[in-house]
């Protein structure tokens, strides 16, 4: 799960675990994924 940082995709993630579902979280979200210098699209694809 993903979201900007990383806080509501903790609660998901904890929520899908415990129903069962395989889910993995990206700490402190897309804003930390920026900071590393890690590549994102933003926007549509075609």
């Known amino acids: ?3 900007r940082s990383g806080n ?3 609660k998901v993630t904890a929520w899908l675990l415990a129903n ?3 889910a993995l979280n990206v ?3 897309t804003l ?3 900071d590393r210098g890690y ?3 933003v926007g549509a694809q075609a």
Do not use: I, K
Request: hydrophobic share 45%; aromatic share 12%.
């Open 8 to 10: 509501r995709s903790a």
């Open 1 to 3: 799960m993903l979201c």
């Open 39 to 41: 590549p994102f699209v």
């Open 20 to 22: 069962g579902v395989e």
């Open 32 to 34: 930390a994924w920026d």
């Open 27 to 29: 700490q402190g979200g």
